[in-house]
T-cell receptor
Framework: SQQGEEDPQALSIQEGENATMNCSYK?????LQWYRQNSGRGLVHLIL?????REKHSGRLRVTLDTSKKSSSLLITASRAADTASYFC???????????FGKGTRLSVIA | DAGITQSPRHKVTETGTPVTLRCHQT?????MYWYRQDPGHGLRLIHY???????DKGEVSDGYSVSRSKTEDFLLTLESATSSQTSVYFC???????????FGPGTRLTVL
């Protein structure tokens, strides 16, 4: 399967701490995207990082991409209870193929 | 949810009955997608469309068909529903396969 794999599957932290989630994939990519899903809702796009980029920031989010290791990480700084959600990485492989989603990391931020 | 609606939001049906789920978008996106989400599997692509009347299969297309007669509407049909098709179904839309996808709120389907 070309599906990316997130690690850990679940993460529980205290409010104010940083949360780090990782995504590994198997073949070369065009770009990698991170999405958030709140319970009972659809997915919401967070950030896209292209294969020639190494790091991107968006507010409290920091995404890194290491194409040599075929891995990406999502860092959420100073987490809040509202960050409680599942986070998915999605990879776009070379060519005109749709996104492939991983199984997600379930983040719980405890107030 | 970026102008994407799904109907119905919840449906309970019996094995063997046909079911049609509708996705409607208002942003004129070229691409539309149907996914199913199951515990332990994440999101899996069922079918997608790259234009009116242009569709292609995804990873888990068996037992499903789709149609897109207008840019704004993408229908997913289960010709004869089975219990294994109990799932949450998400529609998404976007402008390129490589770009951001915008998701609808989901349809929870239960097949008894």
């Amino acid at each position: 399967s070309q599906q990316g794999e997130e690690d850990p599957q679940a993460l529980s932290i205290q409010e104010g701490e940083n949360a780090t989630m990782n995504c590994s994939y198997k073949t070369s990519i065009n770009n990698l995207q991170w999405y958030r899903q709140n319970s009972g809702r659809g997915l919401v796009h967070l950030i896209l990082i292209r294969s020639n980029e190494r790091e991107k920031h968006s507010g409290r989010l920091r995404v890194t991409l290491d194409t040599s290791k075929k891995s990406s990480s999502l860092l959420i700084t100073a987490s809040r209870a509202a960050d409680t959600a599942s986070y998915f990485c999605a990879t776009v492989f070379s060519g005109n193929t749709p996104l492939v989603f991983g199984k997600g990391t379930r983040l719980s931020v405890i107030a | 949810d970026a102008g994407i609606t799904q109907s119905p939001r919840h449906k309970v049906t019996e094995t063997g009955t046909p079911v049609t789920l509708r996705c409607h978008q208002t942003e004129n996106h070229r691409y539309m997608y149907w996914y199913r989400q199951d515990p332990g599997h994440g999101l899996r692509l069922i079918h997608y469309s790259y234009g009116v009347k242009d569709t292609d299969k995804g990873e888990v297309s068996d037992g499903y068909s789709v149609s897109r007669s207008k840019t704004e509407d993408f229908l997913l049909t289960l010709e004869s529903a089975t219990s294994s098709q109990t799932s949450v179904y998400f529609c998404a839309a976007g402008d390129q396969t490589t770009d951001t996808q915008y998701f609808g709120p989901g349809t929870r389907l239960t097949v008894l």
